[in-house]
């Protein structure tokens, strides 16, 4: 899908790999870096005329950089220096320079040391004692002219100083999702406009290194941040290099030139704008004697810089300096930020399930660890009602513990089994047997019964602890689900808002965004039309101009603000294709109601989904089952979790019952992609479907349990490929329930549906009396028929 501008989507950090933090300040790359800002920045001389020649932006940068690394900060003044010498033939004083440089840092090493903070007026008053005497001693200036060139160099220093300062301070913001405001933008773009005059005028046949650099940077610059940034980022390269040329209005007019054309139309892309550049060069250069050939070639090397520059670079560039583009990337951290927190919370909840369903689950070892002293209990309890006022308790429990311990145990043992036997050691010296027999029946009575509900306790805590644990492991699937990407379309709002204001369409807002399956949706926000249908005559005519797939209003339709009376629409690509489906239901002879349910729709996100669901048996009972499932699983697809989340939280649900008289369900899922056709088909223990095409029938058959067996379910699925005209047939197994000597054979259906009718609404109702009539005019069981057609669009 295109709609003919570059949308840039921005991965989540969990999908994506983490960068590696560069490291530059401190190390030998930050020194390099510092030596050659050194060197490019003290090479720039502000005139060239060795009288009047001032070069203070090296002095400026060495004032005006942190001075946190002394690595870095030593690596400057060497910058700085080589820098100064190496001019010194079209510098007078560039010795000058030097010793300033030498003496500055050494007084604010010196401040640092002591923790006194620098005073600018003493670094200003060294280097304007550091030129007198210079001045004075080397070139024996007279003392006015000395004095005045010396104050009008150290007062060149300060606000270059202020300036360079506050353009290192805003590079050091650079991937701090900081925003920039055009002034901080064009302090970072005069200083690269600085180090890169500073090359001088080195060439090879009078094509100038300086001059492409220049055109190059100005034009990324506008092709980023438009023809206002550009343009002034040309204006000062121009007048930065036309001093030092001496030649500024060409130099202004040709950088200002640049960063304007190409920002104008950088909404074309890289190509078109260098080659519209290009162009209005070459016929500038035919009505004037200040531009060349020369220049054109520069023009043109610049053009091909600019157009094969990886994109990879650009958008990095753009990121940092593109307002709307840094928002894009700020609003997705912070949107990363709040799904973090809620995931996070997911995730908190899915531990205290799992913790509680391990305890539930514990709790019956406590029942397995009882066992062993239910007997001990149980003698205890029978010797308290008979022995306790017995004459001769003393001679059978204190002479003679152990054995008639041992008897105790063996008599309640015998009951148990019913084998009802008093012991013979018992019956010789127990002189209460008949009360020993009776108390004994009792107490076994009691331990059956009590056992009987403590069992029937702990299945029920098992089954609670499945059941939990069960929707704990669902809940992964559902946090997966919530991580997919949607991405939002910033150039696209904007493209929409022009089209909008030129067209004079009222709108309150506008969002566009890519959903988990990567397909543009755009949601508008107008003023209540009252039934006008505004966005059908006016919005969509304009959208599918601009788009080049065809659009449409989303199947929501219109969304009325009761409160604000504000009216939201979301426009979608329409799907290619469209599907059309009709049932047909008989229930089972003998019942009113039937024990089936079936369910067709279109999901929010293209998807269509029909299900069947035959709840097991008939009757008004099977039909709750049966449509309980299809709610569930409608409800699940259509909030956009995957068929698996929404299958085994299904099977989660209907499997907790607790009566004797089980009854499962189950199930026909079809899903069909309305954008490219693509076909899955989940069966949960449901019969055959058919896929007829023209002459031809594809069986789709599974073999899997119903709901609410298993704590999970296995999910196969196949896949198909529709085409136009093709028809799915589910049905019900009641449908196949017509000879008891071939339960579930499916050959006669295969046949009809070859040569059967390829009206979908007549076709269902077909089968359903096809059926009826081979089975003797009986309805074995309930029947459904779901008969769909895909047709396609476009």
Known sequence: MQYGVDISTYKRVENSKRKKEIRVQGTTIGAIVSLAMGFLLSRVILSATIDMGIAPFGIAYLIGIKKDNRKDVISSLIGVMIGYLSISASLEGAVAYCISSILVLSYIEVCNKIEVKQRDFIIFFLIFSVLIIYNSLINNQPIGVNLVFSFLKVLSIIPIKYMIKYALKCAGELENNYFFSTEEIISIGILICLLIAGIGNIGVFNIEIRNILALSTIAVFAYVGGAGIGSSIGVAMGFIIGITNNDIISAVTLYSLCGMIVGIFRETGRIFSGLAYLVVYFIIWMYSNTFNIYGGIEVLISTIILICI?????????????????????????????????????NSMKSIMSTLSSTISNLGENDILSLNNKGTAMVESLADRVCYNCELKQRCWDRNLHSTFEDFSELISG??????KLPKSLD????????????????????????????RLTEGRSIIANHINNIS???DDMISDFQKDISICTEIDKILRKAFNKNKIEYIDVFSYLDRRGRMKIKITTNNCEGERYCVKNILPIINTLVKVPVSISSEGCRIDPESGECSVTIEETPKYHMTSYAAVKAKDGETSIGDSYSFSKTNDGTYVSIISDGMGSGPEAGVESGLAVELMEKFIESGFSEKTAINTVNSIMSMKFNEDEKFTTMDLNMIDLYTGDAEFIKIAGVVSFIKRAGEVKVIKSNSLP???????DINSEKFKLKHGDIVVSISDGVLDIDKN???????????????????SSLCNDIIEKA??????????DMTVLVSKIYSIY
């Not at 009951?415 to 009802?420: D, L, P, Q, T, V």
């Not at 009826?772 to 069981?781: E, H, R």
Request: charged share 30%; proline share 2%.
């Open 310 to 346: 990886p994109k990879i670079i650009i958008d990095l560039i753009s990121k940092e300096l593109n307002s709307d583009k840094k928002a894009e990337v700020i609003n997705d951290i912070h949107l990363k930020g709040v799904k973090g927190e809620f995931i996070d919370r997911l």
């Open 415 to 420: 009951y148990e089994k019913n084998n009802i």
């Open 428 to 455: 010789k010296k127990c002189v209460k047997t008949r009360s020993l027999m009776k108390n004994a029946q009792e107490i076994v009575n009691n331990y059956t019964v009590n056992e009987a509900l403590r069992t």
């Open 473 to 475: 492991n669902t809940m």
């Open 707 to 713: 709901f609410g067996i298993l704590d999970s379910i």
């Open 742 to 760: 071939n339960i579930g054979s499916y050959s006669w259906l295969e046949e009809y549906l070859e040569y059967a009718e390829t009206n979908p």
């Open 772 to 781: 009826i009539a081979l089975s003797g005019g009986k309805v074995k069981d």
